[in-house]
C-alpha cells in the first residue's frame, strides 16, 4: 500500500475503527516503513495528549462575584420603542419598487445596457487579440 494512503488512514487506525484485514495491511506496512512508524508514533502520542489532559491548575470561581455585580447594577429604563404602522411599511415598499422599475426602464430606454454590452465586447477583443500575439511572439 502507499505511504500516503496508510497515513490518511492512520488515525481510524490507532483508534481501532478499521477493519480487520484493513489493520493487518497497515500493520505490515508500519513493520516496513520507518516513515510510517514515526506517523504512527505522532499520532499515538496527539491520542495520548488529548485523552489525557494534564490537571487544569486551581482557578478562582468568578461566578458568584459577577453575579453579585449584576445584581447591584441599577436597572436599564424601560424604553418603548415608536411601533411603525404596517401601512406606512408597505408604503415604503411600494414606491421603492415603482422606483426601480422606472430606474430600469429608463436604463433600458437610453441603451445604458446595449453601450455597456459593447463597451466588454470590444475589452474582450482586445484581450483576446493581446493575448495572442503574446503567446506568438513570446514578449508584451
Given at each position: 500500500m502507499k505511504c500516503e494512503l496508510i497515513q490518511y488512514q492512520m488515525a481510524a487506525y490507532a483508534a481501532h475503527e478499521l477493519p480487520p484485514e484493513t489493520s493487518l495491511l497497515i500493520e505490515?506496512?508500519?513493520?516496513?516503513?520507518?516513515e510510517c512508524q514515526a506517523w504512527y508514533q505522532e499520532?499515538?502520542?496527539?491520542?495520548?495528549?488529548?485523552?489525557?489532559?494534564?490537571p487544569v491548575m486551581d482557578m478562582?470561581?468568578?461566578?458568584?462575584g459577577v453575579m453579585e455585580e449584576v445584581r447591584q447594577m441599577p436597572p436599564l429604563a424601560v424604553r418603548s420603542l415608536p411601533r411603525s404602522r404596517p401601512r406606512e411599511s408597505q408604503k415604503s415598499k411600494l414606491a421603492h419598487f415603482g422606483l426601480a422599475a422606472c430606474l430600469t426602464f429608463c436604463l433600458f430606454q437610453f441603451g445604458i445596457f446595449?453601450?455597456?454590452g459593447n463597451g466588454l465586447t470590444e475589452a474582450t477583443q482586445?484581450?483576446?487579440?493581446?493575448?495572442?500575439?503574446?503567446?506568438?511572439?513570446g514578449n508584451p
Open positions: 505490515k506496512h508500519l513493520n516496513q516503513c520507518p499520532i499515538t502520542e496527539m491520542s495520548q495528549i488529548w485523552g489525557n489532559p494534564d478562582p470561581d468568578i461566578v458568584a446595449e453601450h455597456l482586445h484581450l483576446s487579440t493581446r493575448m495572442e500575439h503574446i503567446f506568438k511572439e
